[in-house]
């Protein structure tokens, strides 16, 4: 486990150096500084702006976009988007916010916040029988998760490249018989609760194929500094049809790789999503 745990700590470098190109190639704060003495370049030509949620771009101000499974997306204004997941909502109560930090050459900067309160959620699912993840007879604590994420998006065309790194903790408060969830998909977003934190790592690409056919895909990488053993690689892809600005549904798979605290598990499961915008 120990060998793996070094794999991933390389796996991460070798997703985070591309940020250290990016850099080299606009030439440092020499460059920074000269850009802020003229004036401002104009806007980036054709970089896609609709169903482009998980990069640094945002949605435009005023813009609404909702997705059957995925968030719902707000421009609140030029530099600012908001987001929540209305299906978890009312038993996971959750905000996300992302800024847009401006632009570095070619590259697309953005950070990203978001607040979940999963107690309600993970109480509900503490039972015996179908749909029961948690022993019943286990108290289970109030859990806030709270991550923090940058983003960085190039557009090669109508292409999109983006690199993430971000970090997730978990605190909980009051007494506690919680175990962890070693559920795939699941293990990677709550185990900081067994922690004192998850590193996350994640490319991704999207961009046309033909027509209206085009495609999404990407790796996430997961850390869990202080869980021996313990480490999740996440990758995902899939064929969308985007019909208008107004439209997108795409279809694929995801598949995962994690370390949990028994061992080792491979699973892939097929994903469908439907994305309206207005």
């Known amino acids: 486990m120990r060998g793996m745990r070094w794999t991933m700590v390389v796996a991460l470098l070798l997703l985070v150096a591309p940020l250290q190109v990016w850099a080299q190639e ?17 806007a980036a030509p054709s970089a ?13 101000e005023g813009r ?64 015996e029988g179908i749909g029961g993840i948690l022993p019943s007879d286990r108290a289970v604590p109030h859990l806030v998760s709270l991550q923090a994420e940058l983003l960085a998006t190039r557009a090669y065309g109508e ?14 408060v009051g007494a506690s018989e919680m175990v962890s969830i070693d559920l795939p998909f699941v293990y990677p977003r709550t185990a900081a609760a067994f922690g004192w ?5 994640q490319v991704q690409a999207q961009g046309p194929i ?11 990488a997961f850390v869990y500094p202080g869980i021996e053993g313990a480490f999740a690689v996440e990758q995902g892809a899939g064929l969308r049809l985007t019909t208008s600005e107004r439209f997108m549904a795409q279809a694929g798979y995801r598949f995962s790789y994690a370390g949990y ?18």
């Open 48 to 60: 896609p702006t609709t169903f482009v949620g998980g990069t640094a771009l945002l949605v435009e």
């Open 210 to 220: 033909y027509k209206k056919l085009g495609y999404q895909a990407d790796v996430r």
């Open 64 to 127: 609404w976009e909702l997705g059957l499974f995925g968030p719902l997306r707000y421009g609140l204004i030029e530099k600012v988007e908001l987001a929540t997941h209305p299906l978890w909502f009312f038993v996971a109560p959750n905000l996300q916010a992302k800024f847009n930090l401006g632009q570095r050459g070619r590259w697309h900067l953005a950070s990203k916040a978001q607040l979940t309160y999963p107690t309600p959620l993970l109480r509900l699912l503490s039972r």
């Open 261 to 278: 605290p028994f061992g080792t598990m491979t699973n892939i499961a097929p994903t469908v999503e439907l994305a309206w915008g207005f």
């Open 159 to 172: 292409h999109l490249l983006t690199y993430g790194l971000g970090v997730q903790v978990l605190p909980r």
């Open 26 to 42: 606009e030439g440092g704060p020499g460059e920074v500084s000269a850009q802020a003495a003229t004036p401002a370049p104009a």
């Open 197 to 201: 934190a998850t590193g996350i790592a």
